[in-house]
Each structure stands twice: as C-alpha cells, then as structure tokens.
C-alpha cells in the first residue's frame, strides 16, 4: 500500500506541477513577447520618421516639409505632412535619435523623459566602434540596458530598456514567488487527493490482511489439537507394539504420518503468513540497534555452508569488514537466511554460491549469485509476490509455499532498502541494496 500511496501522490503531483509550471513560463514568454514587439515598434517608428526627415532635408538642401529654421512646427503640419522629429513622443518609453555627420555623433535629440544616469552619449559612441554597417538590436530584455537600430553614416535610434526589464524581473519574481505558494498547496492537495483515491483499496488491502492474521490465529488452536493427538496416537501405537498388541496397522501407522506432515505444512503456512502481515504493518525502526553487518552476512554463509554441502555446493564469500547498519538484526538474518536457502536448493551439482558485500558511497550491496536454473522472463519481479511458485508441483513437495521471498523483500523495504533478482549468463543474482 505504501508503495501504491507513493505511486499515486507522485503522479498527481507531477501532473499538476507540470500544468503549473506551462502556466507560469506561458505568462512569463508572453508578457517578455509583448514587451520585445513594443520595443521594437518604437524603435522602428521612431528610425522611419528619422529617416524620412533625413531624405527631406537631402533633396531640399534645407529644413523638410514641417519643420522651418526655427525648429517651430509649420503650418503643413496639420494638413498631415511630415512633422518635425525632433518634437516626435514616445509615450511611457525613453528613446533618442542619434544624428550623425561624417561618423561623428552631430547631434541627440529625446523623444521621452530623459534619465540623468543614461550616458546617451557614450553608448552611441560605443555602438559606432563596435559596428560599421547598419544592425538593429534589442538583446536579452531581462538583462541589457538598452536596444538600438543604428543605420550606417545616418542615425542611431536608441531605447532605454531599464524600466523594460524592471518590468520583466518583477513579473518573474512574483510569478516564481507564486509558483512556490501554489506548490505548497498543491503539495498539500495531492495528499488529500492521494488519501481519498486510495482509502478503498487501503480498506480492502487491511480488511484482507485482519482476516488472513485472524484466520491465522484461529487455526493455530485447532492445528495444535491435530498435532498432538497425531503425536498421542503415534505414541499409542509404540506402546501397543511394545505388548505386541496389534491394536495399531501398518496402514494406521501411514495415516498417522499423514496427519503429522500436513499439519507441519500447516504449521509452517500459518507462522509464514503471521510473519509477512506484521512485517506489512511495518517494523517498528525505534527498537532498531547500530549492527555489524558484515558479521552478520558472514555469520549467516557459514551457517549455510553445511546445508551446501550435502547438495555438493560450495559457498564463497567476499565480504568488505567492518560496514555497520542501523537494523534488526533478526530480520536482517531472516533475510540472507531466506535468499542463501533459494540459492542453495536451485543451484546446480558441484556448483559455486558467492556472497559478495560492499559498501558503494552511501549504499550497501549485497549479492548472492549462484549457476542454476535460470529465473523465467518476466518473472523477476512476481517470485517476490505472495504465494507465487514458478514451478508448483516442486515447491509443494518442497514444503515451500511462496511466502520467502515476500518476507525477505517486505524486510528489506521496511529497512529501506530493496531487492531485485535477475538471470543472465548462467547464473541467477539476487541483490540487496540498503541505503545507509
């Protein structure tokens, strides 16, 4: 359920995260868009009415059509002639014609409220060393400080960007501030949402695990009854052949046996399921001890060793000493125990089962690697499902019900870690990762 939960809380998070950040950069590239044609419709306006006065006063040797020596607007201006561009306004916008004379800077004429920190003068200068041929440039508008349009040997039309990008930054900045804000909330929201999506199947999944834990401990009573009278009968029919009274067959004898191995199978079913529903409720990490991990995998191989033995399989450990681990120790045991068993009893005759243990920066890797039957494709991630056998008619001759390998991975996980198991060139890897 925990990784269900996580599952679900990360997709709506993203998801609405994701809507949120389009929003936030939508806005930002269209008001940054609006300020840049802007921008660039001054400029232009204001270098078309420039030049078209320059041609002017070329062709007529003199002042052009609305502008007299006096620099006064003429009368033609109100019957729509060219006004005089020295008199031209750019609204709420800081922009200068630059006129110039044989490369020289002749004149500076404001068509807006001048800012005395505006060096007009020298960024003009600087624009006329840097370029020899006419070049129109507005640049990153969050940064630069001005945007010009500089036509060759004529004029330079420059704009004050400051206020632009004062504009732009502040709108980044509350945008950003507001991303935050709203982030939180859908942070919070996502946990509602997850909660509310996952209370039924969480309903489901505890009604499930009360009934397999209260079934468990109801059929402990009458299994422990089976058991002992299986063991009163056994013990009867030893004293009844000890009189030599018959009172017990051979075939009475075969019955009793019978009782005896499926209640152990029982036995055995019932403390595997007890064990995975509490491990599913989770560990309690506060009763966990700073340990020698590295004692106790090795600990754990040499227990094996015997068991290896009689199956004409052979143990290897490489183990890096002195890695210490905040666990339980008998879990962490339970754990290896369970994964060297599978190794052990799928390993070919005559084969090699390694142990290997390292720590790698802040994880610990634990392998066991042994040469038998490979695990099928598409099987790695269902052997650690409960009750799943690969091969069935085995694993019940085996007493083996498929609870192992999801009590050792509920164990890892409730040790925040993980395992993964994979088969590639003859040989089949069970890995632990624990983050320290």
Known sequence: MKELRRKTFITIFMILTAILVVS????NVQNYRRESESVSRSINVMSDKGMKGFREKDDGNGPGPGMNDGNEPSPNED?????????MMIMDQ??????????????IISHGNASSDFDVEKIAGEILAENDQDKQEIGCLYFSEYAFNYVSGRSITILNTKSVASKLTKLLVVSLLLFIVIEIIIYILSRLVTGWITRPAEEAFKK???FIADASHELKTPLAVIMASADELENHSKA????EENAFGEESRKYVENIRYESDRMNKLIAG????????????????KEENLSKIVEKTALVFEGVAFEKSVTIETDIEEGITFKCSKEEIEKMISTILDNAVKHSFKDSTIRVNMHRIKN???IKIINQGDPIAKGEEEKIFERFYRSDKSRNRSENRYGLGLAIAKS?????DGNIRAYSKDGETTFEIVLTL
């Open 79 to 87: 019957q729509g002639q060219q006004p005089d561009i020295d008199k």
């Open 363 to 365: 994880l610990i890797s």
């Open 273 to 288: 399921m007890l064990n995975l529903s509490k491990l599913e409720e989770g560990l309690e990490k506060g009763s966990f």
């Open 240 to 243: 009844a052949n000890d009189r």
């Open 411 to 415: 164990i890892a996980v409730n040790h």
């Open 94 to 107: 800081e922009v200068y014609t630059v006129e110039l004379e044989s490369g020289e800077i002749s004149r």
């Open 208 to 210: 499930q695990k009360d």
């Open 24 to 27: 936030v950069v939508f806005l």
